[in-house]
């Protein structure tokens, strides 16, 4: 089983900048893609950001040119780095993995919040 856990949330201003950070521990063995996804009031879960082991990475095109995503050294800590944060990008933000392609997740972890507001 995989634990994730997340964290780096908060409350920024508009213009600003967050990074999230997400663990993995456990048997993580089987990830082959990490990332995140999210969800606002009222919205679907949404794909935000994804990495696999090997390094190609997936977008929405909502975040492309201002969040990048990327992977520790140990492969199993995932980083998005969020800049020109913008009202709408405020959601809870869920850590993933996925055992064989970054758009098929296996497990999740419990969420960040994250508000831009002035």
């Known amino acids: 089983q995989v634990q994730l856990v997340e964290s780096g949330g908060g409350l920024v201003q508009p213009g600003g900048s967050l990074r999230l950070s997400c663990a993995a521990s456990?048997?993580?063995?089987?990830?082959?893609?990490m990332g995140w996804y999210r969800q606002a009031p009222g919205n679907q879960r949404e794909l935000v950001a994804g990495?696999?082991?090997?390094?190609?990475?997936d977008y929405s095109e909502s975040v492309k040119g201002r969040f990048t995503i990327t992977r520790g050294n140990a492969k199993n800590t995932v980083y998005l780095q969020m800049n020109s944060l913008k009202p709408e990008d405020t959601a809870v933000y869920f850590c993933?993995?996925?055992?064989?392609?970054?758009?098929?997740?296996?497990?999740w972890g419990k969420g960040t919040q994250v508000t831009v507001s002035s």
């Open positions: 456990g048997i993580t063995g089987n990830i082959f893609a």
């Open positions: 990495i696999t082991l090997g390094g190609t990475t």
């Open positions: 993933f993995g996925g055992h064989s392609r970054i758009r098929k997740v296996d497990c």
